[in-house]
């Protein structure tokens, strides 16, 4: 490497993200030391991301290093949890500086966003794959469970899912589509906005969360089967955007937002007797998002059409090859 590893964490990760005054050390010594609001409970996701499984290979630097917190971002929202802080392990094949300086500047603007600070890491070489850990915290027992649905309660979708898995179908050339769509749609995917702030909000009417990453009808599986139930979801209250609508038709949006992937969106539960709470003092327009089924007694996952149940293949992505 051209840049020593000293260098390179002094230039590109050391003050990267939001400054924080609950991190008594950051980077630069052997460990961070952090200190969490009393009362609260501490929340810890990581995820890695390998070049070539996780993104396209030849993915934008700043894109990588959104969604590489992003990802995370997102497990921390389904949690109702709020971010803090941030651990980066990255494996470089090389000290590329313009790459790294683009990586660095994608994760760092998420990351002051959701006032995010970088608190320490590890660099090492080999094959690219970013790792990153997130803490945060929560008010004691406030904690959103994909375990606490019971049957009978609404399902929500946060945003418009499959837009994501049509835009890297756009990105790896397996899906054309106009300019403007494809843009909006390709945008999702390199640079998904997990819902944080949502997520937060949630802890006073969910009874469950998860956020989806798998493909929502197979998340809501699985909160719904973490709950202990089954779940019904109708088809056409599956929300779809205009961008996804216009690239593919209504029959290929529905079943991508149903088993695309990647959108980072969330999925919950509510009671029926807090339903009409939720939606008076969280409006649906200004949050976006939308009911979609109900949980059940009997196990399993439905998407019902005109009373009848579909079947799905589970994959969005083998529709484009
Ligand atoms: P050690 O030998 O103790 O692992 P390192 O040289 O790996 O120390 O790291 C020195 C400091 O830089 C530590 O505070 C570590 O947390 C931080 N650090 C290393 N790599 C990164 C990175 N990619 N992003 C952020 N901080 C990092
Ligand atoms: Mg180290």
């Given at each position: 490497m051209s840049l020593s590893e000293f260098d390179l964490i002094d230039r590109y990760f050391r003050g990267c993200g939001a400054k924080r005054?609950?991190?008594?050390?950051?980077?630069?010594?052997d460990a961070a030391i952090l200190e969490c609001p009393a009362g609260a409970e501490l929340v810890a996701a990581v995820d890695s991301l390998v070049d070539g499984v996780h993104f396209p290979q030849g993915s934008p630097a700043a894109s990588v290093g959104h969604r590489a917190l992003a990802v995370n971002l997102s497990d921390l929202a389904a949690m109702g949890a709020r971010p803090a802080w941030a651990l980066l392990a990255l494996t470089l094949p090389q000290a590329d500086e313009s790459w790294l300086s683009e990586f660095a500047a994608g994760l760092a603007a998420l990351a002051r966003a959701h006032d995010v600070a970088l608190v320490g890491g590890d660099t090492t070489s080999g094959p690219l794959s970013v790792t990153v850990q997130l803490l945060g915290h929560v008010p004691r027992s406030a904690a959103l469970l994909r375990s606490g649905g019971r049957a009978g309660d609404a399902v929500f979708v946060s945003g418009t899912p499959g837009d994501a898995a049509a835009g890297l179908a756009i990105e790896q050339g397996r899906l054309a589509a106009a300019a403007e769509p494809a843009a909006y749609l390709r945008e999702r995917f390199l640079y998904p906005a997990p819902r944080v702030a949502l997520g937060e909000c949630l802890r006073r009417y969910a009874s469950g969360c998860i956020d989806v990453s798998d493909g929502l009808l197979a998340d809501a599986g699985k909160l719904a089967r973490a709950s202990g139930c089954g779940l019904e979801i109708t088809y056409g209250e599956v929300p779809v955007s205009e961008a996804l609508l216009g690239a593919v038709g209504e029959e290929r949006a529905r079943e991508l937002a149903l088993t695309?992937?990647?959108?980072?969106e969330l999925c919950f539960s509510v009671r029926p007797a807090q339903v009409a709470r939720l939606l008076a003092e969280v409006p649906p327009q200004r949050w976006g998002y939308t009911r979609i089924g109900t949980l059940r007694e009997s196990p399993g996952a439905d998407v019902l059409r005109d009373g009848a149940v579909m079947s799905l293949s589970h994959s969005g992505y083998e529709h484009f090859t």
């Open positions: 005054t609950d991190v008594r050390v950051g980077v630069g010594d695309g992937g990647d959108d980072y």
